[in-house]
């Protein structure tokens, strides 16, 4: 069966006057998803996971019985995690990507900060890989694809690129269903750069090596990132560790990671045995690791 156009479809005068009214006064509607989040707010909430700056819950919402993650900020009075913290939240209230986290809404006030987000059913890529080891190929691609449609969607976003700033297994999920999405917009910004005076932010050994002489971030930054993952994926080997020597005191290199003193001494990770893996992926993660 064709794709309907615009000739075969006898009443596409009265579809068009039903969409122009249904701009025009949708925003008056209530939302089904989002008006009952302030009950949804005093509910029992069961913890599940707990990071540096938040605490993470999951609760339901009734009607019509939505699972939901709740995603708390700690400590609302340290300014500088508050507005990171609300960066973040800007920039992902402006995403809608199938392999993106759905924000759903949130209550932000001098007194709290609370994210309520789907809730994904599945685990990390970490998790997955710690169990897995390497992935075959075929299955990197498809993961992959994934990522990369994820990404292009957040760096040629409309408003403006959006820069993660925090691309790692850890961050991204993956459904039982076999979809990948991207979670932890905590450090995420609406723009290419970042003011000197303010922290690096993101695992140490995923980011780009450029970030080590200045604080500038670009979606080159995820794009580094982006080969760690497929490094990851390959090997089943955080790459900042492998691609140490043999003899070396990893405490040290952790160490001299954070400090980001030595990131650029550190050698581009090498996806091995080369013979095992197709020419086409072992381009794409040189691409991938290409510094400025």
Request: aromatic share 10%.
């Amino acid at each position: 069966m064709p794709f309907p156009t615009v000739t075969n479809i006898p009443s596409f005068s009265i579809l068009v006057i039903l969409l122009v009214l249904h701009l025009k006064f949708y925003r008056w509607l209530p939302n089904p998803i989002t008006a009952d989040f302030k009950e949804v707010s005093k509910r029992r909430r069961k913890s599940f996971a707990s990071g540096n700056y938040c605490n993470m819950y999951t609760t339901e919402m009734e009607p019509p019985g939505l699972p939901v993650v709740v995603r708390v900020l700690k400590n609302v009075k340290n300014t500088e995690i508050f507005k990171q913290e609300k960066r973040g939240l800007e920039a992902l209230k402006k995403t809608k990507h199938r392999n993106i986290v759905q924000f759903l809404s949130a209550n932000v006030s001098e007194r709290e900060f609370e994210i309520f987000l789907e809730k994904i059913e599945g685990k990390t890529m970490k998790q997955h890989l710690e169990v897995s080891g390497p992935l075959p190929e075929s299955t990197i691609r498809r993961y992959f694809r994934q990522i990369a449609s994820a990404l292009c969607y957040l760096h040629n976003h409309p408003f403006g690129p959006i820069i993660h700033k925090d691309i790692r297994c850890e961050n991204f999920m993956l459904t039982y269903g076999g979809f990948v999405k991207l979670i932890d917009f905590g450090f995420a910004l609406l723009s290419g750069s970042m003011w000197p005076e303010e922290p690096l932010s993101g695992d140490p050994g995923h980011m780009a090596p450029e970030l080590s002489g200045n604080r500038t971030y670009t979606p080159s930054s995820d794009i580094w990132a982006t080969g760690c993952v497929l490094y990851d994926m390959s090997m089943g080997t955080d790459p900042s560790v492998k691609s140490a020597p043999d003899d070396a005191d990893l405490d040290a290199i952790q160490l001299n990671l954070r400090s980001f003193r030595f990131l650029r001494k550190l050698p581009v990770p090498q996806i091995q045995p080369a013979e095992k893996f197709s020419q086409e992926l072992l381009n794409l993660h040189q691409q991938c690791m290409e510094t400025e």
